[in-house]
């Protein structure tokens, strides 16, 4: 039997139990209201959301087919991101369990945290320097406008600036 022991920490009673049958949690955080625990399954790339003022069981986030070996919850609680042994970290709405955002490392990736507001990701994997990522779209945009060496194609502007004016190469 596996599972997560809730215990108050003034009297050190044990004031809950949350079950995984033969799913063990490998990493867990509340969110910052306190309302939510959410917790990873190892083996499955699965995330267990457990209201606290019941414990039990809100619903099960599928975020997909690697080990979860960390997670993080926003400053607001609405979104979530994991790191997958896999090599993928995933952004993920909390409430919908609609993907947000993917990023693909090279290695396994062990650690994630949400930083600057919310607007970036440091992430490390198992070999290889931390990295920063950034979420915010206008942010990408100007970083790769700032590394473009040459104008981009009607094709390009179309393709990717798809309601906003194409900006021009340096």
């Not at 995984?20 to 969110?31: D, Q």
């Not at 490390?124 to 194609?153: C, H, K, M, N, Q």
């Not at 094709?155 to 798809?162: M, R």
């Amino acid at each position: 039997k596996t599972g997560t022991w809730i215990f108050d920490t003034t009297t050190w009673d044990q004031i809950a139990t949350i079950e995984h049958v033969g799913v063990p949690s490998w990493a867990m955080r509340f969110t910052n209201d306190g309302r939510r625990l959410l917790t990873a399954r190892a083996h499955a790339g699965s995330i267990g959301v457990y209201r606290t003022d019941t414990w039990t069981l809100e619903r099960t986030l599928e975020i997909g087919p690697g080990q979860i070996r960390d997670l993080e919850v926003n400053e607001d609680g609405s979104l979530v991101v994991t790191a997958s042994s896999d090599g993928s970290v995933h952004v993920t709405d909390l409430e919908s369990g609609r993907l947000v955002d993917r990023i693909e490392l090279r290695d396994d990736a062990t650690n994630v945290a949400f930083v600057d507001d919310d607007t970036h990701l440091l992430v490390t994997a198992a070999f290889g320097p931390a990295e920063v990522y950034t979420l915010d779209v206008d942010e990408l945009v100007r970083i790769a406008a700032s590394r473009v060496t040459r104008g981009y194609s009607e094709g390009e502007c179309e393709s990717f600036f798809v309601g906003v004016e194409c900006p021009s190469a340096r």
